[in-house]
């Protein structure tokens, strides 16, 4: 077999995968075989499904309900001669479309952000010669060649290894480098971050180098298969969009039945068929808030403005709402709920243990003893002198300041030692002052380095009296590994010999670090009167002198405890899934609270592996971390979670995240850390990279869905007022009391601008110490289909009260009509007012939405122009009103709030 497919490669020795793949582990292909593999299985590139063009953004903008809707009614309007009705609906249904298709045509370039994570070029040997050739060209089979820096251009199986180290945080969660071995692997459950013989597309090579076997290439990699699950991830209906769609059918079926029914009874009484055709058409136009989808899509838009104030980036507007009813929050750790910054936390020296300050790679920071003492001169300690200067010398990493902070050069956990020095006073060039005179490289069978240095008199170091020699190595590596190593034990001041006692001491304390999630590394050294003449490991790495343990962790961010604390009072779960390993994890997510009963449980992927869908959704609820996972076990988790009712909102910064993220309802990615990958694949992006950010902006999805709720209430409780008025005159036999240009005038102009308005109202008290709603709730729910109907009916009986007191005192038809309108548009207003909060208007404060105060007055200002400008009166067949109708209109017109305030007062709060 040439290809990767269904092979487990990890599993193999170097030899049987050469053998597997019909190829030369060490002279490669030649050429006409890889010119043959190419035509076969193709190019070394991610294949990307076809786009959606801008006019199939459009036409989807014309297929919901609600705009069928408007479209139907435009079109019977314009056949029967109302033609101004007909381009108002029109215009009103392009301008929503126009506003959709600007917020969804921002294209998903998840594949193309995948793409530049693919190397350009690759260096290659075939026919037993290294060439560079673009990275598109290599097929399975291909032998390529591995260096410090090289981005990795296609999934290989190790064939050598000379301490080789990746970067793989991107694609597997992994907080720090991978070293890399050609050993086969007894188990085929190994989870991806295991497979250390192994190297992935799209990941980097920061130390030693290497040769592999390509095994897979495009979309048979790693990135291939994420890009898969990108592509296949279906595009669901946010529960708002759904509401909205039933809310269009149902308001569709009612204006349906009340066309057929008034059409006929007016026939039965006798009335025309052509005018009782016009009256049905009005009362359709009444039972649809026509302004609704567009007010809809301004409100999330206006929602989407506020949220970019709180870091919080919305590339797709519907997920504003869908933060909202969020009711599990599942996070990557590294980097999300961590700062991917490795911290020296804790060094054990001289028999003491001391807890390190300071936050990520900031020189700041402080050594405390175990009484809480700061070690105020720590370079005065002889032992922590020591101590610091062997970690900062045995030491191939950089440390610099640049305009953003910090950074590390090179690997981390060597930078993260270098931090430590720093904080005790150490520059980083000591180098400069104890010159490297020899060394033994680092490499991951040995699990150690050693390096040797002239002390040449100088420095901080000639201040310790057992350094009383020319040269001195420090060996630095794992406790396991170097302890055996260790004939003595620097304490006190001296060097005296170690006994097995101290020995297997020194092994409970660093398997205490451990049990902390502590990644520790040890340090000794040993003194030469001149550099050895022969530098291996068998000649000079015995007879060490035991130092010190050093601890480090990638720490939670500082905020993330209080904001998982703010989500569990919301109702919302947090869950933290990560490819790193499960004693980490668990020390990490115990820290933060995210794990905080024994009945909770941790577990890992190869255990995950084992578990069937049905039975990871009956343990689901109370798993609470997620170690070492691989990309496909994030998506089943999401789809374990959202098979039990939740609305998952996820976050994550890496490669490997970007499924999970287009597969949950709301994905959320990492603005600076965060990979384009991730980006391009989620909802929402998080600009200060702050885990607290997604719980505010819950905070704020509650408070715009809320919001979009109220303009709900008030629409249809104007059009339920209008539809009442209309209804119960054509049954009374008074005739018409609005035209179709009026209902629309009401409709769309004087209701849309408080309409707005209250799409900005702030957010009710506790907002954030409710349970999260369900998805399946109505947006009618908590008794808002009974305050619909009866301020509705209400604001109707008002309209026919002006309309029926016009008719009575024998005025024209006009005349009545124009009383009618005025009433409802401005009861309508003062309706806006009522439904601003459930609390009272005067403890909310008539001013405190500075946006209602203004679409209050601009209404009320536009409705006054069509009433007194003549131009516009005979457009909207209207008359003047003289002073006497003009008190009865708002006579009429303020008793709503005067209702609303008195059912404010009477309700428990």
Excluded at 286 to 292: T, V, Y
Aim: hydrophobic share 45%.
């Amino acid at each position: 077999m040439e290809d990767g497919r269904e092979q487990h490669w990890y599993t193999m020795s170097r030899e049987e995968a050469a053998a597997a793949l019909n190829t030369d582990m060490y002279t490669g292909l030649d050429s006409t075989e890889a010119a043959r593999r190419l035509g076969k299985y193709g190019p070394n590139e991610l294949q990307a499904q076809p786009g959606r063009t801008i006019w199939s953004m459009l036409l989807d903008q014309f297929k919901e309900g609600m705009v069928l809707m408007l479209i139907g009614a435009a079109i019977i309007s314009g056949l029967v001669g109302e033609v101004e009705d007909s381009i108002i609906i029109l215009l009103i249904v392009v301008l929503n479309a126009i506003l959709g298709v600007a917020q969804e045509s921002k294209a998903e370039n998840s594949l193309e952000a995948l793409k530049k994570m693919s190397a350009p070029v690759a260096t290659v040997i075939r026919g037993s010669k290294a060439q560079q050739i673009p990275a598109r060209e290599l097929v399975p089979g291909d032998l390529i060649i591995v260096e410090a820096g090289t981005n990795i251009p296609a999934d290989a199986r190790l064939v050598e290894a000379v301490n080789l180290r990746c970067e793989e945080s991107a694609l597997t969660g992994e907080s720090v480098p991978v070293e890399k071995s050609t050993a086969s692997l007894p188990n085929k459950d190994a989870g991806i971050g295991d497979w250390i013989n192994m190297v992935f597309s799209g990941t980097t090579s920061v130390y030693g180098r290497g040769r592999a076997l390509v095994v897979g290439t495009g979309m048979q990699t790693q990135m291939g298969k994420i890009a898969s699950m990108i592509q296949a991830a279906p595009q669901e209906p946010t529960p708002l969009q759904v509401k909205l769609e039933e809310l269009g059918k149902s308001l569709g079926a009612v204006a349906l039945v009340l066309v057929v029914l008034v059409f006929l009874a007016g026939l039965l009484r006798g009335e025309p068929a052509f005018e009782m055709f016009m009256t049905a058409i009005s009362l359709a136009v009444a039972a649809i808030p026509e302004g609704l989808p567009a007010i809809v899509t301004i409100v999330l838009a206006l929602g989407v403005q506020r949220m970019i104030k709180r870091q919080a980036i919305i590339r797709k507007l519907p997920a504003v709402e869908t933060l909202g009813t969020a009711t599990v929050i599942a996070s990557d750790k590294t980097g999300t709920l961590t700062k991917n910054e490795m911290t020296v936390t804790r060094v054990y020296v001289d028999g003491e243990l001391l807890e390190v300050t300071g936050r990520g790679y900031e020189p700041v920071g402080e050594f405390l003893g175990q009484n809480g003492q700061v070690r105020q001169e720590p370079l005065a300690d002889q032992h922590l002198n020591l101590m610091l200067h062997g970690f900062s010398l045995a030491n191939d990493a950089g440390f610099d300041a640049n305009s953003s902070g910090y950074e590390i050069i090179g690997d981390p956990t060597e930078g993260a030692l270098l931090v430590v020095a720093a904080k005790g006073g150490i520059v980083v060039d000591d180098e400069t002052i104890y010159p490297r005179a020899g060394e033994i490289p680092f490499d991951s069978r040995r699990k150690r380095m050693t390096t040797f240095h002239r002390l040449n008199g100088t420095g901080k170091l000639s201040e310790i009296k057992a350094l009383d020699t020319d040269v001195v190595s420090f060996s630095k590596g794992a406790p396991d590994v170097l302890l055996p190593l260790c004939r003595y034990v620097y304490a006190q001041g001296d060097i005296r010999p170690l006994t097995e006692a101290e020995r297997q001491q020194l092994l409970e304390i660093n398997e205490a670090m451990g049990q902390e999630a502590l990644r520790v590394l040890a340090l000794a050294f040993r003194c030469w009167e001149s550099i050895p003449e022969k530098i291996t490991p068998e000649a000079v790495e015995q007879d060490l002198v035991f130092v010190g343990f050093a601890g480090m962790i990638d720490p939670p961010r500082p905020e993330v405890k209080a904001a998982v604390e703010t989500a569990k009072a919301a109702g919302i779960r947090t869950i933290m899934v990560t490819g790193d390993h499960k004693l980490t994890a668990t020390a990490i997510a115990r820290d933060l609270g995210v794990l905080e009963s024994e009945d909770q449980l941790v577990v890992s992927g190869p255990e995950l592996e084992k578990l069937t869908d049905a039975e990871l959704e009956q343990m689901i609820e109370r798993v609470r971390v997620f170690a070492r996972v691989s990309p496909e076990h994030k998506v089943r988790i999401v789809n374990a979670l959202k098979s039990r009712g939740h609305v998952v909102a996820m976050t994550g910064d890496g490669v490997n995240d970007a499924p999970a993220l287009k597969r949950a309802d709301i994905g959320a990615s990492m603005g600076i850390t965060g990979t384009d990958v991730a980006k391009e694949a989620s909802e929402m992006v998080l600009a200060d990279d702050n885990f607290a950010t997604i719980v505010a902006a819950v905070a704020e999805g509650r408070t715009i869905y809320a919001n979009i709720r109220k303009a709900i209430y008030y629409l249809l409780s104007c059009n339920v007022g209008e539809i009442f008025a209309i209804f119960m005159s054509i049954m009374l036999g008074w005739g018409r009391p609005l035209t179709a240009i009026q209902i629309l005038w009401i409709n769309l102009v004087t209701d849309g601008l408080p309409a707005l308005a209250l799409g900005v109202e702030l957010p009710e008290a506790g907002v954030m110490h409710q349970q999260p709603r369900s998805n399946r709730e109505s947006v009618f729910a908590g008794g808002m289909s009974y305050r619909i109907m009866l301020y509705g009916c209400l604001i109707g009986t008002l309209g026919l009260t002006a309309y029926y007191l016009g008719i009575r005192r024998g005025a024209p038809i006009a005349m009545a009509r124009t009383m009618a309108f005025a009433t409802l548009a401005f009861s309508q207003l003062f309706q806006a007012l009522n439904v601003r909060s459930t609390r009272s208007l005067f403890r909310i404060g008539i001013f405190s939405n500075k946006y209602m105060v203004l679409a209050f007055i601009g209404s009320a200002i536009l409705q006054l122009m069509v009433m007194i400008i003549p131009a516009l009166r005979s457009v909207f067949g209207v008359v003047q009103l003289d002073l006497v109708h003009w008190d009865l209109v708002i006579g009429l017109s303020v008793v709503p709030v005067l209702v609303g305030e008195l059912h404010k007062l009477t309700r428990k709060e």
